[in-house]
């Protein structure tokens, strides 16, 4: 397996007779080459491969799939991603005890030949910038630099999320001037809590804290 390699391919909508799957950098057979049919940890083990096995710095596995989602070898959520390919594949379930041995051999690929790559939640950073995720369908992240913000669909951070998280609503045109109506401080203040905010979202610290002082 090679990190940087081609992720999963399209599957058939719907099971159907087939010897195996081709795809863009993966080739998945059901059949040996003496004509019996495979075992299924090792058609599962094909089928991750076909995915971007990498590990984080604290040394936990992750897979990260063509559209960008990002799951832990280990995690229920990624055996319903192999699971899901192999019917669409075979049409059949897959056995438990296969799945967990193809996890385990994909969770050692992670670990010992996929590359280290910080993985990040809801919040992450890139080249000086912040990147949210927006927890939406397409995977789509705003990113925010000194500069301006701008829509990336296709982000070169990978984001984990736990549970079902809600989509962030669309950003519109900046308007700090709206914020003042409820924050009363000097307009020569103004740029201090604007940048406080902003620090807020950074994905790691140092943190600057806000004090205001005023009559009660």
């Known amino acids: 397996h090679t990190p940087g390699a081609t992720v999963a391919p399209s599957l058939p909508a719907s099971p159907a007779p087939a010897t195996g799957l081709e795809g863009e950098g993966l080739r998945v057979s059901l059949i040996t080459a003496g004509g019996t049919p495979r075992p299924q940890a090792a058609v599962l083990i094909d089928i991750g491969q076909g995915h971007t096995l990498f590990h984080d710095h604290g040394g936990d596995a992750y897979a990260r799939l063509q559209n960008g989602a990002v799951y832990t070898v280990c995690g229920s959520e990624y055996r319903e ?33 996929g590359r280290a790559a910080q993985v990040f939640l809801r919040i992450g950073e890139s080249n000086g910038a912040i990147v949210i995720d927006t927890g939406g369908q397409d995977r789509a992240c ?28 669309e ?15 000097r307009p020569a203040d103004h740029v201090l809590i604007a940048a406080w905010l902003l620090a807020a979202l950074r994905p790691r610290g140092p943190y600057p804290i806000l004090v205001l002082i005023g009559e009660q």
Do not use: C, M, Q
């Open 171 to 185: 950003p519109a045109e900046p308007a700090f001037d709206l914020l003042w109506r409820y924050v009363n401080v």
């Open 142 to 169: 705003h990113v925010v630099s000194a500069a301006a913000w701008r829509t990336d669909e296709t982000p070169s951070v990978y984001f984990r999320r736990s549970g079902k998280p809600l989509s962030l609503p």
């Open 81 to 113: 991603i192999l699971s899901g390919e192999f019917y669409k594949l075979t049409g059949k379930g897959a056995n438990r005890n296969a799945l967990a041995d193809a996890v385990t051999t994909l969770a050692a690929i992670a670990k010992h030949e």
